[in-house]
């Protein structure tokens, strides 16, 4: 009832920009080109060194596949594409393949005012947002280059919210409904907050940063806030608010 009446109250273009942003589809094929200046920017970065910096969500991701055996770097490229393909096929089904080319810098405009909010919103929660940011970025001032921190910055937001959100928030919630059975709504709080709480603990593996409540903290309610995006606007737009929002506090 709710939702029709939303419906009926927003104007036509914003429900269908809405709606095409959010499918899975859309939202991979705008990350595919953060993937792209990623790898390219690291490519440059690391040319002449044997030794690369990357995101500890995305070495996970990579531990995963050689573990099965697989150590071939495209694999994971190939694997990209074809949860591609399902996307496209899931949006066709779904009637949501006809996007306009606009709605991509919109939706990177949505994703810019959504990180601008979401340190604001997290720093109130724990109410020590500046020495909370200093104890969050800490590890990355090892990196004195700016290019090696903004490319750092970019991985985190492509590969936290592929791990955190895309993978694991649906998963849960696809193991809620089938052995669960609880109402939807309840579903996905849990879903989200058990993502949250991984989110921010996965940050204190290896002992790079001294685990405090406080960062902790900071980091879960912005989890919070990511996997409830994530569940509302969809990949693309976490992606992008992760990445952006990374990127402000590296360009501080």
């Given at each position: 009832?709710?939702?029709?009446?939303?419906?009926?109250?927003?104007?036509?273009?914003?429900?269908?920009?809405?709606?095409?942003?959010?499918?899975?589809?859309?939202?991979?094929?705008?990350?595919?080109?953060?993937?792209?200046?990623?790898?390219?920017?690291?490519?440059?970065?690391?040319?002449?060194?044997?030794?690369?910096?990357?995101?500890?969500?995305?070495?996970?991701?990579?531990?995963?596949?050689?573990?099965?055996?697989?150590?071939?770097?495209?694999?994971?490229?190939?694997?990209?594409?074809?949860?591609?393909?399902?996307?496209?096929?899931?949006?066709?089904?779904?009637?949501?393949?006809?996007f306009k080319f606009v709605y991509i810098p919109y939706s990177?405009?949505?994703?810019?005012?959504?990180?601008?909010?979401?340190?604001?919103?997290?720093?109130?929660?724990?109410?020590?947002?500046?020495?909370?940011?200093?104890?969050?970025?800490?590890?990355?001032?090892?990196?004195?280059?700016?290019?090696?921190?903004?490319?750092?910055?970019?991985?985190?937001?492509?590969?936290?919210?592929?791990?955190?959100?895309?993978?694991?928030?649906?998963?849960?919630?696809?193991?809620?409904?089938?052995?669960?059975?609880?109402?939807?709504?309840?579903?996905?709080?849990?879903?989200?907050?058990?993502?949250?709480?991984?989110?921010?603990?996965?940050?204190?593996?290896?002992?790079?940063?001294?685990?405090?409540?406080?960062?902790?903290?900071?980091?879960?309610?912005?989890?919070?806030?990511?996997?409830?995006?994530?569940?509302?606007?969809?990949?693309?737009?976490?992606?992008?608010?992760?990445?952006?929002?990374?990127?402000?506090?590296?360009?501080?």
């Amino acid at each position: 009832m709710a939702g029709n009446v939303a419906e009926k109250l927003m104007p036509k273009a914003l429900d269908t920009y809405f709606k095409k942003t959010r499918s899975h589809f859309f939202g991979l094929l705008t990350i595919l080109l953060l993937l792209l200046i990623y790898e390219g920017s690291s490519a440059k970065l690391y040319a002449d060194q044997q030794v690369q910096i990357r995101n500890s969500a995305e070495v996970i991701i990579q531990r995963f596949v050689w573990f099965m055996g697989i150590r071939n770097n495209l694999f994971l490229w190939a694997v990209y594409l074809l949860v591609l393909v399902w996307a496209f096929w899931l949006a066709k089904k779904q009637q949501l393949l006809d996007f306009k080319f606009v709605y991509i810098p919109y939706s990177i405009f949505e994703s810019t005012f959504y990180a601008l909010s979401l340190g604001l919103i997290a720093g109130q929660l724990t109410e020590r947002t500046n020495s909370i940011l200093m104890m969050v970025w800490q590890n990355q001032e090892q990196l004195a280059d700016v290019g090696a921190r903004a490319a750092s910055a970019l991985g985190a937001g492509i590969y936290e919210e592929l791990l955190f959100r895309f993978i694991l928030v649906s998963l849960l919630l696809l193991i809620f409904e089938k052995l669960v059975g609880a109402q939807k709504i309840v579903q996905t709080i849990f879903a989200v907050v058990i993502s949250a709480l991984l989110f921010s603990g996965f940050h204190y593996l290896g002992g790079r940063e001294v685990l405090t409540l406080e960062s902790f903290a900071y980091r879960f309610y912005a989890g919070v806030i990511l996997g409830v995006l994530f569940v509302v606007r969809g990949i693309g737009v976490t992606s992008y608010t992760h990445s952006i929002y990374n990127l402000l506090l590296v360009f501080r």
